[in-house]
T-cell receptor, first 112, second 111 residues
Framework: SQTIHQWPATLVQPVGSPLSLECTVEGTSNPNLYWYRQAAGRGLQLLFYSVGIGQISSEVPQNLSASRPQDRQFILSSKKLLLSDSGFYLC???????????FGEGSRLTVL | GENVEQHPSTLSVQEGDSAVIKCTYSDSASNYFPWYKQELGKRPQLIIDIRSNVGEKKDQRIAVTLNKTAKHFSLHITETQPEDSAVYFCAASGSNYQLIWGAGTKLIIKP
């Protein structure tokens, strides 16, 4: 069966520090991969999605970037965090075509 | 592009009563409509979905109805229980099957 792993689960970072969140999917090949951010009490904001290795689409201009170095690996990065980057980051995957989106357990980021 | 509106933003119902959450979408080409439940501090999880060739789908106490003409779909929860308390998100598939999300409904079940 397919599983999705996301880490770290929680992190507290100072303003201006770098960020790296990692997500891996097991049990499937060529998944569509997504990074979402959710501010406290708010909805799901799509940040990036990828339909294949090295193919990244950005939905919102920001100081974040994403990379897909391997088929089932998706990384979210920042060189310098802002206070506004705080939130709950969710990685997700689905197979090609319309269908269920499976979310990772999330990474809660607090920028101080 | 696709736009999804969800109402109400907060819904408080007595335990045992029914709850209804409504969403409207703008793109008539959308063909997939999932509903996700997110408990506090947890990830969203699919509870039910419907495709455009079906008007209604049920799974125990949960049902979804779709009106393609009016471009709206609704989530119905009957005999609500305390564990139904959560935030519920609707979504509609846009171009390239990307999901466009509603803003969420916080459902509160009063004992």
């Amino acid at each position: 069966s397919q599983t999705i792993h996301q880490w770290p689960a929680t992190l507290v970072q100072p303003v201006g520090s770098p960020l790296s969140l990692e997500c891996t999917v097991e049990g499937t090949s060529n998944p569509n991969l997504y990074w979402y951010r959710q501010a406290a009490g708010r909805g799901l904001q799509l940040l990036f999605y990828s339909v294949g290795i090295g193919q990244i689409s950005s939905e919102v201009p920001q100081n974040l970037s994403a990379s897909r170095p391997q088929d089932r690996q998706f990384i979210l990065s920042s060189k310098k965090l802002l206070l506004s980057d705080s939130g709950f980051y969710l990685c997700a995957w689905r197979a090609a075509g319309p269908g269920e989106l499976f979310f990772g357990e999330g990474s809660r980021l607090t920028v101080l | 592009g696709e736009n999804v509106e969800q109402h109400p933003s907060t819904l408080s119902v007595q335990e045992g009563d029914s709850a209804v959450i409504k969403c409207t979408y703008s793109d008539s080409a959308s063909n997939y409509f999932p509903w996700y439940k997110q408990e506090l501090g947890k990830r969203p999880q699919l509870i039910i979905d419907i495709r455009s060739n079906v008007g209604e789908k049920k799974d125990q106490r949960i049902a979804v109805t779709l009106n393609k003409t009016a471009k709206h779909f609704s989530l119905h929860i009957t005999e609500t229980q305390p564990e139904d308390s959560a935030v519920y998100f609707c979504a509609a598939s846009g171009s390239n099957y990307q999901l466009i999300w509603g803003a969420g409904t916080k459902l509160i079940i009063k004992p």
